[in-house]
């Protein structure tokens, strides 16, 4: 799929809007490449004199030491102004990477598991890590050498047109060449760019899900079917980056070829002068040496602003390929957000009144429903039904991640009309696969309430029965647990996912199949737990299994889109 014109300005527009907010660290970034380009005319005027002063004037060496020593002080200069430069390019890419990550995750934080599950992690690695990172050189390279490429050279036309107006003229009509060959050769380098971020984005998903999956890839003799996938995989990706640089290196090229061919026109022109062959170009005074070395030696600075602008053109391409997947997710989940209303929850909700709910995906379309039903404070329900049927969307939608038609009221209010960040504080969860993000054990466990204290933190341990494992690992609570709780079983990871549950104050206990990846022995002690904690709270649980479910007050069963009450009052 090729990105056409119209989104190319668009996302180049969008790009360009990120910047916004570090205007003055762009336009200090100028600066120091104006000053920088400055010091380069004085330099070459300086060198200049130099070979002037010695070659035709035949000055001694103390008439040239002042002329050296200026000559020295504006290299030392340029150097200082290049490196703040490059310094205030890489901050400034930095700082706009990190603003829109930041966007980004924000938006996956408001979408939620149900959103974020629609794509493997591989494509979201992508997103978040590869195509933010190519943002960067548009910021800090980029961005800024547009203003440069169109004032260095300015500059260096004013400087020369004084010495000499034949060179400055060659120079002048010379120089559209450049750009003009630059957008040619770029057309399709954002096009060619995507293809390259989709060919990454499979290969991260598919290389990711069968490392997940290398047990059960063995265990049915899979191995040399899934190596090969992946090397197609690999070869299509490896094919896809060498037409880039093919791209990239064919730019260069072109503006190499062009700058270079311009630089011999202006040295053909003054040897032909030199020779007396060409009578013009210098007033009526004869072209001089001076004037002859300032003009090549300047020759190569004014196009290099423009050379560089064509070597960060690629980089462009690049952003406004990387740009168009974040650009779109950006887009497409702004409105769900923009919905959210002020209206806040003074005290625990005292019911839940779902009438005629349809759960709705992010794009719209119906899941499960519809649904009516009212949940009382103080109330154990569990949810029971086949797979598929909308029991996880049910949690989801009330946890306000998934959107719906119909009523859904908390307390007499709209969800879609109450602050989310407010509700969620009167909920807390526990899904199948416990998510422990943070370094240690107690740190994963005091995610819910960062300032409990040491003896509530003790009940809560007894109660999910973490201290039970936990008394003997040598560090106790302060244990590293590794890349996704790799050093914990998953008894123990369900365990420390209970424990944050019950430590955070909540009035509403939502869970989902808890227990169904655990043994025996951890499931009896897990379920054992949230009974416990089931006492003073309400709770919904989805669950599979249709025994014990005593406890229970409430048994509500989905099937074929409609709540059955088995047990209780709907």
Do not use: C
Request: proline letters at 4%; charged letters at 20%.
């Amino acid at each position: 799929m090729s990105l056409d014109k119209v989104k190319q300005k668009l996302l180049f527009k969008w790009l360009k809007q990120q910047a916004g907010f570090y205007k003055t660290s762009l336009r200090l970034s100028v600066l120091t490449g104006v000053i920088s380009g400055l010091l380069i005319i004085v330099q070459a005027w300086l060198l200049a004199t130099i070979l002037q002063r010695l070659i035709m004037d035949g000055a001694g060496r103390a008439d040239i030491l002042p002329y050296f020593f200026g000559f020295l002080i504006t290299l030392l200069l340029r150097v200082i102004f290049v490196y703040l430069r490059e310094q205030i390019n890489f901050f400034i890419g930095a700082k706009i990477r990190r603003s829109i990550r930041e966007q980004v995750l924000n938006t996956l934080e408001q979408q939620g598991p149900a959103y974020i599950n629609q794509k493997t992690t591989g494509s979201w690695s992508t997103l978040l890590i590869e195509q933010i990172e190519d943002l960067q050189d548009f910021y800090s390279r980029y961005l800024p050498q547009m203003r440069l490429a169109a004032m260095i050279p300015l500059f260096i036309l004013v400087a020369i047109l004084p010495v000499n107006w034949a060179a400055a003229v060659i120079l002048f009509i010379t120089a559209p060449l450049i750009p003009l060959f630059m957008a040619l050769v770029g057309m399709g380098a954002a096009d060619v760019n995507k293809r390259n971020f989709l060919a990454l984005n499979r290969l991260s998903g598919h290389f990711l899900d069968r490392l997940r999956s290398i047990e059960t890839i063995r265990l049915f003799n899979q191995g040399k079917k899934q190596t090969e996938e992946i090397t197609e995989a690999s070869e299509n990706f490896r094919t896809r980056t060498m037409e880039v640089l093919k791209m990239a290196f064919l730019s260069s090229g072109v503006l190499e070829f062009f700058a270079s061919v311009s630089i011999a026109v202006v040295a053909v022109y003054f040897g032909f002068s030199y020779l007396g062959e060409l009578n013009f170009g210098s007033y009526g005074l004869g072209v001089t040496l001076f004037a002859g070395f300032f003009a090549l030696i300047l020759a190569p600075e004014f196009f290099q602003p423009l050379r560089d602008l064509g070597t960060y053109y690629h980089a462009k391409a690049q952003a406004v390929a990387a740009a168009d997947s974040i650009y779109d997710f950006l887009s497409e989940s702004s409105a769900p957000a923009e919905l959210q209303s002020l209206e806040t929850l003074s005290e625990p909700f005292s019911q839940i009144v779902a009438k005629d709910l349809v759960i709705l995906s992010h794009t719209n379309q119906p899941i499960a429903g519809p649904f009516s039903f009212t949940l009382q404070q103080g109330q154990q329900v569990a949810i029971i039904g086949k797979s598929g049927e909308g029991k996880t969307s049910l949690i989801n939608v009330l946890l306000g991640f998934l959107p719906y038609q119909g009523s859904l009221k908390i307390s007499n209010i709209e969800l879609n009309q109450i602050d989310k960040k407010n509700w969620r504080q009167q909920l807390s969860w526990v899904g199948q696969n416990p998510n422990l993000p943070a370094k240690t054990i107690r740190d994963n466990i005091l995610l819910a309430a960062p300032d409990t204290s040491e003896q509530h933190l003790s009940e809560i341990l007894q109660q999910a029965y973490v201290d039970e494992f936990t008394r003997d690992l040598p560090d106790g609570l302060d244990t590293v647990i590794g890349d996704d709780a790799t050093r914990l079983s998953i008894g123990q990871a369900q365990r420390i996912a209970v424990a944050r549950a019950l430590l955070k104050p909540a009035s509403l206990l939502l869970l989902d199949e808890p227990t169904a990846s655990l043994d025996k022995l951890s499931a009896e002690k897990v379920k054992h737990s949230l009974q416990q904690a089931g006492k003073s709270r309400t709770v919904l649980m989805i669950t599979h299994q249709t025994d014990k479910l005593d406890e229970f007050s409430h048994i509500w069963q989905i099937q074929n889109n409609q709540l059955i009450v088995l047990k209780g009052e709907v």
